[in-house]
C-alpha cells in the first residue's frame, strides 16, 4: 500500500496542489469559510455528526488516515501500512508524535482511542459498514493490527470519515487547534513540533487560520455574494437555486461528482402504502427526467435504481427499471393499481393523500411541486410537511462513503432506519458479512438488492445526490472530488 513517511512530504505534497488551484492576492489573509447548517452545529458531540461538525471534528482529530483535498486517502496518525492475509489484515505504524496533552501517542492509546470511536457509531449505518473488523490489536510500542473477518477493500476509505477521528483524553491530535467565539470557529494550523513531529521550516510563514461558521443557506449565500467569505460548504440540492436568485456567478459554483442516495422513503406501510404493489405504483409514477432537470445541472441525471451502475460491484444487478416502458404506460398501469385499491375497499378518509417530508428550501419546493403532480396524474393527492414532521414519504439524500453495493444496501437495515424496510434484505446482508468466499459475497449482493428493489421501500429518484460549494477565484485548497469531502487544513496552506 502506498503511505508518506513524513508530514513534511505530506505538506509537500499539498503544497503542489495549492500552487495547482490558482493565485491569492492576499496570501496572509484570514479565510472566512461560511458552511451550510443549523447555527451552532459546529461543536457537536458522538457519532452522528451533522455537515458542518464534521469540517470541525476532522481538522482537529484526525484518524489513522485522512483524506486529501482530492478525496485521496493519505496519511495521518499512521505515517505508513501494509496489507497482509489476502485483504485481511491491515498494520499502521503510528507517527513518532504526541497528543494534544503532551503524552506520547502509542499503540496502546491509539487502539483505544479508534475502539471508542468505533462504539460511538453503535446503531448507525457506519457502524454495519466496519462489522468486519475482528480485532484491533496492539503490536508493538507504534504498531497497531486491524484483523476482518473478511477482506473489506475500502477499510482505508472508512477510517479516515470524520466519525473515526481519534480523541485522546477528550482532545484530538489535531493538524489544528480550535478557539471558539460563540457560534464561530478559527482553526489554525498546529506547529508540528508541539505534536512531536519534525520541524517543519517557516512553518509560520506556510500556514493561515480560517474562520468558520455554520449558517442557514440563505444566510450563507448572501454573506457570500457581497464578499464576506471565500468559501461556502454543504450545499444541497433543497438550496441550490439560492445561487442563482442571489445572482451568484454560474463559475463560482462548484459541484462534486458524487455517488449516493437522493430518492423517498416509505416510512410506513400504512394506508396507500402497505403493499410493495401499491409502493411501486408511486415509483412508476414520477417523471424523474422533468424533476432533474428542473434544477438545470448538466450531469445530474434521473434513475430507478437502488444502487447506481456505476458503482464498483454493480455490474451484474438489475438496470434500470421499467426499461422501455413510456411514461404514459407507466402512470396508466399506477392509476390502475390505485383504482383497484379504492374499489377493493381498503382505502379510508384522507389515505389517499400522501404526507411528503422535506427540508427547507426553493429546491425542495421544485421537488414537491414535481411529485404532486406527478401523484396526481395517478389519482393521488400530496401534502408537503416539515422535514421533521410526521409523514408518509420523506426525502433521503446522502453522499455515498464509499463505492460498493454493501454501503447502499446498509443505509436501509431495519435496525438503523426509522422508516419501512425489508428483514429479507437484512437477512442476506448478515450472511455477506460472514462468508468468505467473493462468489457468494457477490451472489448474495445481487439478491438482497432484488429483495429490497421489490419491497418498494425506496423510490430512487436520481443517480446521486446534487453537492456543491461556492468557491472565490483566489480561494485555495479546495478541489471537487468524487467523495464531496473538503478538508479545511489545505484552505490553510499558503500558495508558495
Known amino acids: 500500500m502506498p503511505a508518506a513517511s513524513s508530514l513534511t512530504a505530506r505538506l509537500a505534497v499539498l503544497a503542489v496542489a495549492l500552487l495547482a488551484g490558482g493565485c491569492s492576492s492576499d496570501n496572509d489573509a484570514t479565510v472566512e469559510i461560511v458552511a451550510i447548517g443549523e447555527r451552532g452545529s459546529l461543536f457537536q ?3 452522528r455528526l451533522a455537515s458542518p461538525d464534521q469540517l470541525v471534528r476532522a481538522a482537529t482529530a484526525e484518524g489513522l488516515v485522512a483524506f486529501d483535498a482530492d478525496g485521496r486517502v493519505i496519511p495521518a496518525l499512521a505515517d505508513r501500512w501494509i496489507v497482509l492475509d489476502d485483504g485481511q489484515s491491515y498494520i499502521f505504524r503510528l507517527r513518532d508524535g504526541r497528543w494534544r496533552d503532551g503524552r506520547e501517542i502509542t499503540a496502546q492509546s491509539a487502539r483505544l482511542a479508534l475502539r471508542e470511536a468505533i462504539a460511538r457509531l453503535k446503531g448507525s449505518p457506519l457502524a454495519l459498514d466496519l462489522a468486519v473488523i475482528d480485532d484491533i490489536r496492539t503490536m508493538a510500542g507504534r504498531v497497531i493490527e486491524i484483523r476482518l473477518r473478511q477482506p473489506l477493500p475500502d477499510l482505508l476509505q472508512l477510517l479516515a470519515q470524520p466519525e473515526l477521528g481519534l480523541i485522546n483524553r477528550g482532545s484530538g491530535a489535531g493538524p489544528m487547534q480550535l478557539a471558539r467565539s460563540g457560534d464561530a470557529a478559527t482553526l489554525a494550523p498546529i506547529d508540528p513540533e508541539r505534536l512531536g513531529l519534525p520541524a517543519v521550516r517557516n512553518w509560520s510563514k506556510r500556514v493561515r487560520q480560517l474562520k468558520l ?5 440563505e444566510a450563507a449565500v448572501r454573506r457570500f455574494s457581497s464578499g464576506g467569505c471565500d468559501l461556502v460548504l ?3 440540492a433543497q438550496q441550490f437555486p439560492l445561487a442563482g436568485a442571489l445572482g451568484i456567478s454560474r463559475g463560482t459554483i462548484r459541484l462534486d461528482p458524487v455517488l449516493g442516495l437522493f430518492g423517498l ?8 402504502l402497505e403493499t410493495p404493489n401499491n409502493r411501486e405504483a408511486l415509483a412508476m409514477a414520477i417523471d424523474r427526467d422533468a424533476l432533474v432537470q428542473a434544477f438545470g445541472v448538466g450531469g445530474w441525471m434521473p434513475s430507478t435504481r437502488v444502487i447506481p451502475s456505476e458503482v464498483e460491484d ?3 444487478m438489475a438496470g434500470e427499471r421499467w426499461s422501455g416502458v413510456s411514461l404514459d404506460e407507466r402512470r396508466r398501469q399506477a392509476r390502475g393499481v ?3 385499491w379504492r374499489a377493493g375497499g381498503a382505502a379510508r378518509a384522507g389515505w389517499d393523500r400522501l404526507r411528503i417530508a422535506l427540508p427547507d428550501g426553493p429546491g425542495s419546493d421544485l421537488i414537491f411541486d414535481r411529485l404532486r403532480q406527478d401523484f396526481a396524474a395517478i389519482g393521488l393527492s400530496a401534502l408537503r410537511v416539515a422535514e421533521a414532521a410526521d409523514a408518509d414519504l420523506r ?4 453522499n ?3 463505492a460498493r453495493a454493501a454501503w447502499f444496501l446498509n443505509r436501509f437495515n431495519c435496525g438503523v432506519r426509522r422508516s419501512l424496510c425489508d428483514a429479507g434484505a437484512d437477512a442476506l446482508m448478515d450472511q455477506v458479512r460472514v462468508v468468505s468466499s467473493p462468489d457468494d459475497r457477490s451472489r448474495l449482493l445481487r439478491e438482497a438488492a432484488a429483495s429490497l428493489t421489490a419491497a418498494n421501500v425506496f423510490i430512487p429518484i436520481a443517480k446521486s445526490p446534487l453537492r456543491w460549494s461556492l468557491v472565490r477565484g483566489d480561494a485555495t485548497g479546495f478541489a471537487t472530488n468524487r467523495i464531496g469531502w473538503h478538508p479545511l487544513m489545505p484552505m490553510a496552506l499558503k500558495p508558495r
Not at 461558521?213 to 443557506?217: D, H, I, K, Q, T
Not at 426525502?395 to 446522502?398: H, M, P, R, T
Open 213 to 217: 461558521v455554520a449558517l442557514p443557506a
Open 45 to 47: 458531540h458522538g457519532g
Open 265 to 272: 422513503v416509505v416510512v410506513d406501510g400504512a394506508g396507500f
Open 395 to 398: 426525502l433521503v439524500d446522502e
Open 338 to 340: 390505485v383504482q383497484r
Open 314 to 316: 454493480a455490474d451484474a
Open 234 to 236: 454543504g450545499g444541497r
Open 400 to 402: 455515498a462513503r464509499y
